[in-house]
């Protein structure tokens, strides 16, 4: 299994960087995990999204389901007005007959509707059907786990300002891997994360947030990967691309896990 990084920004993209986007492959299967503004762009550099096989999001800030309305427009011209106008990259897979699952949080359903409806295509009203004809959504409870493909896919609620699910995926070959979407919750987090192989987890913040903006620093990042005893931990969701910074939020993270610790940029690749 590997995990490939689309996207790392906090809030919306910056520098060239998409936000928070994330693919999972196995040899048969390849899942995405949140679609920040600017996924669609990336994805495209590494894979289509008509190759997908499963699409989960965490929760419903902008920044980690934004780009969902062109991944599904984005099928949807391949599907309808061909190869010709708008070609799949060589090798991969042809447009899927069935819509591609998409798991979101109760309350989805409508929030994307809403979504769709600001941008009709009265010439075309077939590619109006992003979240009907190209992806097929699916409501889930927090506590759900679902199958995708080879991949299991369990969800369990982690504190964050609005309902958000940490995700913990497990390939046939039993390795697994834990991203946190966005939280300051250090306990839920540290049990969902217990003996995974990598941690992927948010670190916006230079100091721990003790008030109510829901999310992590690096410090606590690295706090949870030694308690959970992952066996790597990858840094995502910065708020700059500045190097410095950067770096000083590893060597946070260092200071209380002992193990790897990577900091997520677009394109890089983590095996599992």
């Not at 980690?64 to 708008?86: Q, T």
């Not at 899927?96 to 309350?107: A, D, N, S, T």
């Not at 369990?156 to 940490?166: D, E, I, W």
């Not at 410095?244 to 193990?259: C, H, N, P, V």
């Amino acid at each position: 299994m590997n995990v490939t990084v689309l996207g790392c920004r906090a809030a919306m993209p910056a520098d060239g960087q998409a936000s928070s986007a994330y693919l999972v492959s196995t040899d048969s299967t390849q899942l995405l995990l949140d679609c920040g503004p600017g996924a669609v762009t990336a994805l495209s550099a590494t894979t289509t999204p008509t190759a997908l096989d499963g699409i989960v999001i965490s929760h419903l800030h902008t920044d980690h389901c934004y780009d969902l309305l062109p991944l599904g427009k984005s099928v949807l011209m391949n599907r309808h007005l061909g190869a010709e106008s708008f070609p799949t990259l060589p090798g991969t897979r042809t447009p899927p007959e069935r819509p591609i699952p998409l798991y979101v949080p109760v309350g989805g359903r409508e929030a994307l509707g809403r979504l769709a409806g600001v941008f009709p295509i009265p010439t075309r009203p077939e590619l109006d059907l992003a979240f009907h004809g190209a992806l097929e959504i699916r409501e889930y409870e927090p506590g759900d786990d679902l199958v995708i493909g080879d991949c299991r896919v369990q969800l369990r609620p982690l504190q964050h300002t609005m309902s958000n699910c940490g995700m913990r995926v497990t390939g046939p070959d039993g390795s697994s891997m834990v991203y946190s979407g966005d939280t300051c919750d250090v306990e839920r987090l540290t049990e969902l994360a217990r003996g995974t192989d990598l941690l992927l987890c948010e670190s916006t913040l230079e100091l721990p947030d003790d008030v109510s903006d829901g999310h992590m620093s690096a410090t606590r990042a690295g706090r949870v990967a030694r308690d959970a005893a992952v066996g790597e931990l990858v840094l995502t969701h910065f708020v700059t691309a500045d190097p410095d910074w950067l770096k000083a939020r590893r060597t946070e993270a260092a200071e209380s896990f002992a193990g790897p610790v990577h900091l997520a940029a677009p394109g890089r690749v983590f095996p599992v």
